[in-house]
């Protein structure tokens, strides 16, 4: 069987398409230019013919993924769309974020309607930004879980700075699946993965320091900080296990048309003590705060994303070591 996986060369695709190719099925990587390729041959050198790409060049126009669906060595039976823009800086909000997001969700959908013959079921990966009310903030006592909806519009969010418009993409791009879902209702079944933060290590490691995508850049931005940042999301889940949670999704049945919220709790302060005890080499580098200090804020409940998929959860501790020995040996520590 074959995987077709959307924005192969992200970050958390890359975990994905790793966990796929070990488990024996084949890939197929969509990116947006030939050139974006190289790095994701690179990473999975060593898998040979099991990866394979295909060019989409705009992932709002339903036919250019015909070519995604064609010729493929074994049948595509599956997608994963991960790829959404993910940029907090923005110049235009509904052209460089809210229409791509959901003008690509809805393209993905429409083109495993056309050429998607053999798919048997889409994971797409949303984000805990699709449950989450920004404008609630820390919102102490309040426990999110499948049944939350940011309650954003397009309206409000186009003219909202660039992180709540962010969130609001994901938001938007996710409802317009669902309602897409109950108005065609396709032969192939529909899950979503809604991740907070995705931490945790790069495939192959870090290459390029001065880009880095938006989750390991606020992670690195900590360090030579002298005060602990202020909360942005309180969750986070490590890209080892959100590929896992990906995988699990395609393989379990009787879960069409569910939202799975992938994470638990994350803030700044517990990164900083876990970075202080886990990598010595980084204890002068991180801000101290006030150790074992968690600030009040709402919970995440990961829990039916244990029970359901299956997965198990990376702790906080662990997935901060293992991403700030990156920086280490990036050589930017
Ligand atoms: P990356 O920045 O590494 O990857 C984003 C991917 O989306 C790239 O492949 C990128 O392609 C593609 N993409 C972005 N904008 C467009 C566009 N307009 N047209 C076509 N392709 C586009 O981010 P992550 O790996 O962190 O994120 C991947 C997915 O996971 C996204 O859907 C994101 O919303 C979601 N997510 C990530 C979280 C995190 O903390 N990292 C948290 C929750 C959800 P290109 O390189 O060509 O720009």
């Known amino acids: 069987q074959t995987i077709l996986v959307t924005g192969a060369n992200s970050y958390v695709a890359s975990h994905i398409i790793k966990l796929a190719l070990d488990k024996g099925y084949y890939v197929r990587g969509t990116v947006r230019s030939e050139r974006s390729t190289a790095g994701v041959r690179e990473k999975f050198a060593s898998y040979g013919d099991k990866l394979e790409f295909a060019i989409v060049p705009d992932i709002t126009k339903p036919e250019l993924f015909e070519a995604a669906f064609a010729n493929s060595t074994k049948p595509i039976t599956g997608v994963m769309n991960v790829a959404s823009p993910f940029v907090m800086d923005v110049e235009d909000n509904?052209?460089?974020?809210?229409?791509?997001a959901i003008g690509g969700a809805i393209a993905v959908l429409e083109a495993i309607k056309s050429y998607g013959t053999n798919v048997r079921r889409l994971v797409n990966t949303s984000s805990f930004a699709c449950m989450l009310d920004i404008n609630a903030g820390a919102r102490p006592g309040y426990t999110y879980t499948e049944a939350d909806w940011n309650p954003m519009s397009y309206e409000e969010a186009s003219t909202a700075p660039g992180p709540v418009a962010y969130c609001a993409s994901k938001a938007l791009a996710e409802k317009a699946i669902w309602d897409w879902v109950a108005k065609e209702k396709p032969s192939f079944e529909v899950v979503v993965m809604n991740p907070p933060w995705v931490f945790g290590p790069h495939i192959g490691g870090i290459k390029d320091m001065a880009h880095l995508n938006e989750s390991t850049h606020a992670l690195y931005s900590v360090m030579g900080k002298t005060e602990i940042p202020p909360l942005d999301f309180g969750g986070f889940v490590d890209a080892r296990t959100l590929a896992e949670a990906h995988v699990a999704a395609?393989?379990?049945e009787g879960i069409d048309g569910e939202r799975f919220l992938v994470g638990q709790h994350f803030?700044?302060?517990?990164?900083?003590?876990?970075?202080?005890?886990?990598?010595?080499?980084?204890k002068d580098k991180m801000p101290v705060g006030t150790p074992g200090k968690i600030p009040d804020v709402y919970s995440l409940d990961g829990s039916k994303a244990e029970r359901v998929l299956g997965i198990k959860?990376?702790?906080l501790a662990q997935s901060m070591k293992d991403s700030y020995l990156q920086f280490v040996e990036a050589g930017s520590a």
Not at 94 to 100: A, F, H, N, Q, S
Not at 269 to 278: F, L
């Open 250 to 252: 395609f393989e379990k």
């Open 94 to 100: 509904k052209r460089d974020l809210l229409d791509p």
């Open 267 to 282: 803030d700044y302060q517990s990164v900083v003590d876990a970075v202080r005890a886990e990598v010595p080499e980084l």
């Open 313 to 315: 959860y990376i702790s």
